[in-house]
């Protein structure tokens, strides 16, 4: 049982991590769009934009995925 329990805490601590890491690199991408050079290129404004969205959506499900494990605990 204690055994499983370090796995838990394991992934919880990877998760969270990996959950700053792409929170991190979602609003690095997000400060992207506010440059005015890319504003004059749609595609990669849109690239920018949804590759930022998709990092942040993950970091949403990655701190959702921990809270769960948190109530396993």
Request: glycine share 4%.
């Amino acid at each position: 049982m204690e055994e499983q329990q370090k796995m838990i805490l394991d992934k919880i601590i990877d998760y969270q991590r990996i959950g700053m890491l792409c929170l991190f690199i979602s609003s690095f991408l997000y400060s992207g769009t506010l440059i005015p050079k890319y504003a004059e290129v749609q595609w990669k404004l849109g690239i920018l934009s949804a590759s930022s969205l998709i990092f942040l959506i993950f970091s949403f499900f990655l701190y959702w995925r921990t809270s769960k494990l948190k109530e396993k605990l």
